[in-house]
């Protein structure tokens, strides 16, 4: 796993109730089985963690660990 | 693959709620005998999930306002406002509430739903960024939406949270709006507003308040949360419902913009949809009117919020905010216990409203009451006692924070 999805899962991990193992395989919404709203609070604890920008309009094409990590990093090397 | 198919867990969900006595999302009203009483399955029933806040929905001089526009206008406008749908009664709506809420301009759309998807996205395009409190509601969320602008979401009611991601912002010469509430309509507090004015003062957007619970409610003059906190000048626009205090449908935009007006040519939830039928229009300038005319109703209102709140307070019922508002949410522990007790509620005679996830907070479970100043305190009596009976010697006493 890269760092980057590393972090990821650890910030995942508080919404992970049904002991998913995750991965950069990890489909965020279905494979934890949480709703939209919890979605967007995982992504405001991943902004604050690394303190980028990510605006809710990428998240309609952000399905995985993977993919997140993919913004993450692009939004990183911007600031 | 059927397109239907991806809503079974809803099914499954729908009847594992229906499975413990009764469908708390689908309760029916078989007649209404006032703003405070209904009979649901055969019985008289306690309204208190109705957000009829002025309790102004049988007012006699509204519903004659109202009979009369139907017996002049007709049953409905056929049309949309930029086409036949604007009667001299919409025009005329749009001047009391302009006036009521001390702005230059007010546009009126056919619901309050429409009021936020139309502001949003005439307001925001696709260059600009709209801020929005994590606790919107979805019609802000799906004006947003529609708006195609850049979404930023900040803590609920957090003015700092929202420096720091204005902050964070690259600056990319688009606007910036920021949207907050009056009243937040599940948890029911307030937005506050002095810190959010300190944060525009620094960064300089404009801002935009829905005052869908708090209008008619809050503020010598009933306009809401900026005219409680004496804010009104800071706030650019206002958005707000007249599903609420005013008892009927439709919804509103108010602004000083000198540009205001031409919004009505840049909102599609205004422009293509039919104008509101003659009597909701004048049923709603008659309502408008008195609450202008009765600032008691606000007053009552307020008495009967603090009644309800604090009969609550001292079941020890945990609530979704600290003050006393017409709101009043009692958080419970998870989704059966929280359907049983409102099946119970429902059966020994009154109606709130339930709230599960992911339509609240922090995935909390809500028995949602909304107080009416047509409440009377033997009424607010009889629902502390329910909740007493019900809720707190139930399961409702202790839950984990959210």
Redesign the interface.
């Known amino acids: 796993m890269t760092d980057t999805v590393t972090q990821l899962c650890t910030l995942l991990q508080p919404f992970n109730t049904n002991g998913t193992v995750l991965s950069a395989a990890t489909d965020i919404s279905t494979d934890l089985n949480i709703d939209s709203v919890t979605v967007m609070d995982f992504v405001m604890e991943v902004e604050d963690h690394f303190d980028i920008e990510i605006p809710l309009n990428v998240l309609s094409e952000t399905r995985t660990v993977a993919d997140l990590a993919a913004v993450v990093e692009a939004r990183t090397r911007k600031g | 693959m059927d397109l239907l198919a991806k809503l079974e867990g809803l099914a499954e969900r729908h009847a594992r709620m229906k499975a413990l006595g009764g469908d708390a999302v689908g309760a029916v009203m078989e007649r209404l005998l006032s703003p405070t009483r209904a009979i649901i399955e055969g019985r008289e029933t306690i309204l208190a999930g109705t957000n009829n806040y002025m309790g102004i929905t049988f007012d006699a001089e509204c519903i004659a306002a109202g009979q009369k526009a139907l017996a002049e206008f007709g049953t409905g406008t056929t049309g949309s406002r930029i086409a036949n749908g604007s009667y001299a009664l919409h025009k005329e709506l749009e001047q009391e509430f302009a006036r009521f809420l001390d702005r230059r301009h007010c546009i009126i759309f056919s619901t309050g739903y429409q009021a936020n998807l139309g502001m949003m996205s005439g307001l925001a395009g696709p260059r600009d ?1 709209i801020y929005l409190d ?1 606790d919107s509601h979805s019609s802000i969320y799906d004006g ?1 939406t529609l708006s195609g602008a ?4 900040f ?1 609920h009611n957090d003015a700092a949270d929202l420096d720091k ?1 204005l902050s ?3 600056e990319d010469g688009g606007g910036k709006l920021v949207v907050l509430e009056g009243i937040y309509s599940m948890m029911g507090d307030r937005a506050p507003l002095a810190d959010f004015v300190e944060v525009k003062k620094k960064h300089g957007f404009q801002l935009l308040v829905d005052e869908a619970h708090s209008f008619g409610v809050l503020g010598p003059h009933g306009r809401g949360l900026a005219d409680e906190a004496g804010l009104e000048d800071e706030v650019d626009f206002v958005v707000g419902t007249f599903s609420k205090s005013v008892g009927a449908i439709g919804g509103f935009g108010a602004g000083n913009h000198p540009y205001f007006e031409l919004l009505r040519f840049a909102m599609r939830p205004y422009m293509f949809t039919a104008s509101s039928s003659p009597a909701s229009i004048a049923t709603s300038i008659a309502a408008i009117r008195k609450l202008a005319a009765e600032p008691q109703r606000r007053r009552r209102l307020a008495d009967n919020s603090a009644r309800l709140f604090s009969g609550f307070k001292a079941l020890g019922l945990e609530l979704g905010c600290d003050e006393a508002s017409p709101v009043v949410a009692v958080r419970c522990p998870d989704e059966p216990s929280t359907i049983a007790m409102w099946n119970a509620l429902l059966k020994a005679g009154v109606y709130v409203n339930i709230a599960l ?2 339509g609240t ?3 909390m479970c809500l028995l949602r009451c909304s107080v009416s100043a047509a409440h009377t305190d033997a009424d607010l009596d009889r629902i502390i006692e329910l909740f007493g009976a019900v809720v707190a010697q139930g399961h409702g006493k202790k839950v984990a924070n959210g």
């Open positions: 960024t994590a947003c850049k979404l930023v979401r803590r991601r964070r912002s690259e996830p992911p907070p922090n995935k």
